[in-house]
């Protein structure tokens, strides 16, 4: 199978109302180009600046790019300026300073909170008790060119079924209390990132809304 027949197999499996992400990290642009000319693919992620920032200038101007790694405050303000949602947000720092280059160009930039929801220490993310901690100051509802429009999360990499179902329901639970606390209003608030190539069925079984999908589309090369 080519990467257009893998993609249209895993769009037919979703619902209509869960949108995919091509994880196109250290895949070639013409890869890109041709999900984005045969089959209309608009939404791609990137997990490093400099290579989003170099697919964003040759590629067309429609895709939507959505950053989905660690990022540094240093690089915020290379993206801001198109990204159409960062996945990422993983510090009251970092937000300070998207919103801050938000500002700048009077740019509103929606972004997701990611949570620790793995058992890997290596996986970035807030804990709960930092999210509702960052949500309960006021510095925070000061920040006037971000929009929260979600969670975002990874579970631990394994083959255990259970445990990555049980994370995935943690997220949305995380998910469930912290819009009736603080989003009830905000129909915006209404994103749940989770599910890559290996677990996106269970993820949606547990409320995803965006999966992530980088080798089931492009291959392991
Ligand atoms: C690479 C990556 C993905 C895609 O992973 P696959 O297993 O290749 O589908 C999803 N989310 C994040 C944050 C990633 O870094």
Known sequence: MNLVDRLNEIRNTLPSNVKIVAVSKTKPAASIEILYREIGQRIFGENRVLELESKYKILPTDIDWHFIGHLQTN??????????LVHSVDSLKLLIEINKEGIKINRCIPCLLQFHIAAEETKYGFSNDEVFRMLDDNLFHELSNISVKGVMGMATYTEDQHQIR????????IFNSIKSRYFAREPNFCEVSMGMSNDYQLAV????TIVRIGSGIFGND
């Not at 690089?75 to 159409?84: G, S």
């Not at 049980?166 to 639970?173: D, H």
């Not at 079984?205 to 995803?208: A, H, I, L």
């Open 75 to 84: 690089k915020v303000k290379n993206i801001v300026p198109f990204v159409k």
């Open 166 to 173: 049980t994370e995935f329901k943690t997220l949305f639970s």
């Open 205 to 208: 079984e547990e409320g995803s």
